[in-house]
C-alpha cells in the first residue's frame, strides 16, 4: 500500500501539491500564533513546571489596573507607568494564587463534591429569590466566557487556598501578657516640657547685606527661573458641548422609549395550572380521539365540582407540575410553546380552557392570575430618557467627529484650517501657558507637553489627537515659545531675603538652644530662662501618644527619646517643621494608675495572625521555582492587553 | 538488524521475534495498563480519604459555634486526629485547638495542641507558625529558655521578623533589656513581615538607650 502511494504521489502532480499543503498547514498555524504572541512564551508565568495562563494574567491584569484606575479617580495619569507597575502586581497575585494551589494540594487539602456544591449555592450572584437557579448559573459563566468545569476547578481551588488561609489567619491570638504589654506602651505618658524659640521674631531681626543677597542668588538661579512657557492655538472637542447640540423631540424619545422598553416596564405575566395528556405529535388520529375524550372527561369531573388540583395530581402527565396541583407558576409571552400560549393569554380568570392541543398533547388550562404590566410610564422616565438620549447621540457624534478631526489634522498637518472647516469646530488661542497652569487647556498636562515637541515646536507641525480626559480630545500647534530663564533679581529680592533670614535664624536659635541645654543640665530654671532669652515655656504635662492637645511633633519626638535616670531630664534639641526650635525636656515616664489597674482585666484576645500567613506565602514561594514571563512586564509588551483606555 | 533480501525473510524474521518476545511484551503492556489503573484507583482513593478529612476538619471548625464548653469541639478534634492523624487539616485543627485554650486561659492546653501541630503534624510549612506560637505559649508560662530553644528551630528565612521579635518579647520578659533591644532591632532589620511595624517600634523606642552623651548641639 505504502508503495502504491509513493508511485502515486511520483507520477501525480496534484497529489504531490495536497501532501506538501496538508504538511503546511501546521506550520502555518504554529506561524500565525507565535506571531500573537510576538513569538514569547505561551504562558504568563511556570510554577514548579506547571504553567499560569496568559488568560488568567490578562483577568489580573485588568483588575489590578481598574483598582489603580479607581484610586486615581477614574483614570491612571498619563506618563504613570501602568504597565510595569501593574503587571508586576497582577503577575505576583497569579504566582501566588498558583504556588497557593499546588501547596495545598501537595499538602493533601480537598474540598468534596457535596461541599463545593453547598458553597456554589450560596454565591449570591447565582441565585433567583435567595434560591441557586442553574439557569442563572449558566447564564453567568456565560457571560464570564468560561465553562461550568473551569469555573468549578478554580471555585475549588479558591476554596481551598481559603481553607488554609483562614486556618492560620483564623487561629491567631494574643496572650494576656502580651496584651498587657502593648496596652502599657500604648496607655504610657510621658512628662513633657518645652522652651520653645520662635524663629520668625529671631528672622525679622536680621540684617541682610545687598552683597548676600546678590550672591545667594547667583547660586541658586535656577530656582528662581520663570518656566517654559508656549502660546498656541488648537481644536477642542468636548461631549458636553455635543450634548447641548442634541435637541430630542418627543416623537424621538418617544421612540426610544419602545425600543428600550423592557428597561422601565415589566411585561404582563400570568399564573395559570395544566393538566397534560400527553401524546406524540405525530400521534394517530384514533389516539388523539381517545385522549381528547379523556380530556373532555376530565373537565366534566372539573365542572362537576372535583378540585382541579386533585385531578392534576392523580392525571397530569407532566409530573413535575402534577405535584403542584399541575401550578405553572408566572410566566410572560415567549416562554410556553405557542398553541398553549395563546389560550392561556386569552383566557380571564378562573376560566377553564377546552382541550388545548400543543405538540405535547393535550392541555387543560386553568389561569390563576393575571399579573398586569408593570412599570414606569413614558411621561414618568421621560427627563431620564432626555439625559440618556443625548449622551447617546453625543457619545456617536464624538467619534465621528473626532475621526474627522484626527484624519484632517493629520493629512494637512501644516495648519488646523482644514481640520476646523472639516468638523466645523473654532480654532481657539490661549495666552501664555507652562507646565503649571491650572486653568484653561493649560491644565492637561498633555497640551504643554505636546507643544514642547520637537515636531510641533520646531517643524511646525499639528500635534496629534491628545485625549485628555474622557471623551475630550484637543489638537494644537504652538504659536510662540519661551524657553526657561531666570527671574530678575529685583523680582525676588524679598523671597531671597527672607530665605536668608530663616536661614540664619534657625542656626543662631540652635546654637543658643545648646547654651540653654547646658544651663538646663546645670539645673537652670526652665521657666526663668525662657523668659530671660525671649522664648515660650510650656509647663511639663503628662502626654500620650495620641494626645489631642499636644503637639504631635513633640510627642512623636519625646517618644522616641531614652528615657532620662530615675529623678533627671533628658533634652532634646527639635528643629519643628515650622522652623522654630523647641528643646524638649522629658522629665521620666509618669505612672498611670488606670493603667495599672486595667492589667488585671486584661485577658487573651484573638487577633488575626495576617502576618504569619503572609509569610506562609513567602516561605512557599521561596521554595518553588518560578519562572516568570518578563515580556509580559515591559512597556513594549506583544501582549497590549487589550482594553489599554 | 540486518538486511533481508526478500520481504517474506521480512515476515520469517518478524515471527520469530515475536515468538521469543511475545509473552515479555504482553506481560509488560499488561504490567503498564495494570499500573496506571492501580496508580488512578490510588489516586481516587487518597482523595475520597482527603475529601472525608476535609469534612471532619469543617465540622470541627462548626462545633466551635456550639455553647456547650468545647466539648463537641474538643472531643471531633481528638476524632480527627485518631482517624486523619496524616491528614494536613489534623494540624490545622491543632491550631484551632490552641487558640481555644489560650482563650480559656489553659495554658498547658495550647501548649500540647502546639507541640502536636510541631511533632505529629502533616504540613511541613505550618510548623515554623505552630513553633512560633509554642514559644509565646511558654514564655507566657516563664519557661523562657524552652521558648527560645523552640524559636532556634523556625529555620525559614520568612519568619526572621517575627522570630525576632518574639526573642526580643521573651529577653524583656526574662529581665535582660540589653538583649530584647538588640532582638527587637534584627527583627526591624530583617526586613520580613511582623505583626506589627508600629508596635515593634514602640517596644524599640521603649528600651532606646542614651547616646554617649545627648547631642545638644545636635542639629538634625
Redesign the interface.
Known amino acids: 500500500m505504502l508503495l502504491d502511494l509513493r508511485d502515486g504521489i511520483r507520477n501525480s502532480k496534484w497529489l504531490k501539491y495536497l501532501l506538501v499543503t496538508v504538511i503546511c498547514i501546521p506550520f502555518a498555524l504554529f506561524g500565525v500564533n507565535s506571531y500573537f504572541n510576538g513569538g514569547g512564551p505561551d504562558y504568563a508565568a511556570k510554577v514548579n513546571g506547571e504553567k499560569v495562563s496568559l488568560n488568567a494574567f490578562n483577568n489580573a491584569y485588568q483588575n489590578q489596573r481598574a483598582q489603580l484606575a479607581q484610586a486615581f479617580g477614574g483614570r491612571i495619569p498619563e506618563g504613570f507607568n501602568a504597565v510595569s507597575i501593574v503587571g508586576n502586581q497582577a503577575m505576583d497575585s497569579v504566582v501566588t494564587r498558583e504556588v497557593l494551589r499546588q501547596a495545598v494540594i501537595d499538602n493533601g487539602l480537598a474540598v468534596g463534591d457535596e461541599d463545593l456544591a453547598q458553597r456554589l449555592f450560596e454565591i449570591d450572584a447565582f441565585n433567583v429569590d435567595g434560591r441557586f437557579d442553574s439557569d442563572r448559573y449558566q447564564m453567568q459563566l456565560q457571560s464570564m466566557g468560561i465553562s461550568a468545569a473551569e469555573f468549578e476547578a478554580q471555585f475549588r481551588d479558591d476554596l481551598l487556598a481559603q481553607q488554609l488561609r483562614e486556618s492560620v489567619v483564623g487561629t491567631g491570638f494574643m496572650l494576656p501578657d502580651e496584651n498587657k504589654a502593648v496596652n502599657r506602651l500604648q496607655n504610657q505618658k510621658r512628662n513633657l516640657a518645652s522652651i520653645t524659640l520662635n524663629v520668625q521674631e529671631k528672622a525679622d531681626a536680621i540684617e541682610i547685606s545687598d552683597e548676600d543677597v546678590t550672591a545667594y542668588y547667583e547660586d541658586n538661579k535656577a530656582s528662581y527661573n520663570n518656566p517654559e512657557k508656549v502660546k498656541i492655538e488648537y481644536i477642542e472637542l468636548k461631549i458636553d458641548d455635543l450634548k447641548d447640540g442634541v435637541d430630542p423631540s418627543e416623537s424621538d424619545l418617544q421612540a426610544y422609549y419602545d425600543q428600550n422598553k423592557a428597561r422601565w416596564v415589566a411585561p404582563e405575566k400570568r399564573d395559570a395550572s395544566h393538566i397534560l395528556l400527553s401524546m406524540d405529535s405525530d400521534a394517530s388520529d384514533s389516539t388523539k380521539e381517545d385522549k381528547l375524550a379523556v380530556a373532555q372527561g376530565l373537565i366534566d369531573r372539573i365542572n362537576a365540582g372535583e378540585a382541579f388540583e386533585d385531578i392534576a395530581k392523580e392525571m397530569s402527565d407532566d409530573t413535575g407540575s402534577a405535584e403542584n396541583g399541575g401550578s405553572l407558576g408566572e410566566f410572560a409571552t415567549g416562554v410556553m410553546v405557542p398553541p398553549f400560549e395563546e389560550a392561556v393569554f386569552a383566557m380571564q380568570v378562573g376560566d377553564l380552557s377546552e382541550p388545548v392541543l400543543s405538540d405535547f398533547g393535550y392541555h387543560i388550562i386553568k389561569l390563576n392570575n393575571i399579573i398586569p404590566e408593570r412599570g414606569q410610564t413614558f411621561e414618568e422616565v421621560k427627563a431620564e430618557l432626555d439625559d440618556e438620549y443625548r449622551i447617546e447621540k453625543a457619545e456617536t457624534s464624538f467619534f465621528e467627529v473626532s475621526e474627522l478631526l484626527s484624519n484632517a489634522s493629520y493629512e494637512n498637518d501644516d495648519s488646523l484650517l482644514p481640520a476646523s472647516d472639516e468638523t466645523g469646530l473654532a480654532i481657539q488661542t490661549t495666552d501664555w501657558i507652562d507646565r503649571n497652569t491650572f486653568d484653561g487647556v493649560g491644565q492637561y498636562p498633555q497640551v504643554v507637553a505636546a507643544a514642547l515637541t520637537d515636531d510641533v515646536l520646531n517643524n511646525g507641525i499639528n500635534s496629534e489627537v491628545l485625549e485628555v480626559a474622557d471623551n475630550h480630545v484637543i489638537v494644537l500647534r504652538t504659536l510662540e515659545h519661551e524657553v526657561a530663564k531666570p527671574k530678575p533679581l529685583d523680582e525676588v529680592r524679598d523671597t531671597v531675603v527672607a530665605t536668608l533670614q530663616r536661614e540664619r535664624a534657625v542656626d543662631e536659635l540652635n546654637t543658643l538652644a545648646a547654651e540653654l541645654t547646658k544651663s538646663l543640665e546645670a539645673a537652670a530654671d526652665p521657666a526663668e530662662l525662657a523668659a530671660a532669652n525671649g522664648a515660650e515655656h510650656n509647663e511639663t504635662v503628662a502626654v500620650g501618644r495620641s494626645d489631642p492637645a499636644a503637639d504631635s511633633e513633640l510627642v512623636r519626638a519625646i517618644f522616641a527619646m531614652p528615657k532620662p535616670a530615675a529623678g533627671q531630664n533628658a533634652y532634646q534639641t527639635l528643629n519643628t517643621s515650622s522652623g522654630d526650635v523647641a528643646i524638649l525636656i522629658f522629665g521620666g515616664v509618669a505612672e498611670d494608675d488606670a493603667a495599672a489597674e486595667g492589667d488585671e482585666v486584661i485577658a487573651a484576645t484573638t487577633a488575626p495572625a495576617t502576618s504569619d500567613f503572609e509569610n506562609l506565602v513567602v516561605t512557599i514561594e521561596a521554595s518553588a521555582d518560578i519562572e516568570k514571563n518578563d515580556a509580559l512586564l515591559t512597556e513594549q509588551s506583544p501582549m497590549g492587553y487589550g482594553g489599554g483606555y | 538488524m540486518a538486511d533481508y533480501e526478500t520481504e517474506e525473510q521480512q515476515v520469517e524474521a518478524l515471527k520469530k521475534w515475536w515468538a521469543d518476545n511475545g509473552r515479555a511484551v504482553l506481560l509488560g503492556i499488561g504490567l503498564g495498563l495494570a499500573l496506571i489503573f492501580g496508580w488512578r484507583a490510588w489516586q481516587g482513593h ?2 475520597s480519604v ?6 471532619a ?2 465540622e470541627v471548625m462548626a462545633s466551635l459555634e456550639k455553647n456547650d464548653d468545647g466539648k463537641d469541639f474538643l472531643s471531633k478534634i481528638d476524632a480527627l486526629k485518631s482517624d486523619h492523624g496524616g ?3 489534623a494540624a ?1 485543627a491543632s ?2 485547638e ?2 481555644y485554650h ?2 480559656q ?1 489553659n ?1 498547658e492546653g495550647a501548649e500540647a495542641a502546639l507541640r502536636w501541630a510541631v511533632d505529629q503534624g ?2 511541613s ?2 510548623k ?2 505552630a513553633r ?2 509554642l514559644a ?2 511558654l ?2 508560662q516563664d519557661k523562657h529558655d524552652d521558648a527560645l530553644d523552640v524559636l532556634e528551630k523556625v529555620s ?4 526572621a521578623g ?1 522570630v525576632d521579635e518574639i526573642r526580643g ?1 521573651i529577653f ?2 526574662k529581665g535582660d533589656a540589653a538583649q530584647a533591644l538588640t532582638a527587637y532591632r534584627r527583627a526591624q532589620d530583617s526586613g ?4 506589627s511595624a508600629q ?1 515593634l517600634q ?2 524599640l ?2 528600651l ?4 554617649s552623651k ?1 547631642g ?5
Open positions: 487518597q482523595l482527603a475529601q472525608e478529612a476535609s469534612g476538619y469543617t491528614s494536613s487539616y490545622m491550631l484551632a490552641a487558640r489560650v482563650e486561659n495554658l502533616a504540613f510549612e505550618l515554623s507558625i512560633m506560637r509565646r505559649v514564655n507566657a525559614s528565612q520568612a519568619y517575627q518579647d524583656l520578659d520580613g513581615r511582623t505583626i508596635t514602640m517596644k523606642d521603649d532606646a538607650e542614651p547616646e545627648i545638644s548641639d545636635d542639629k538634625s
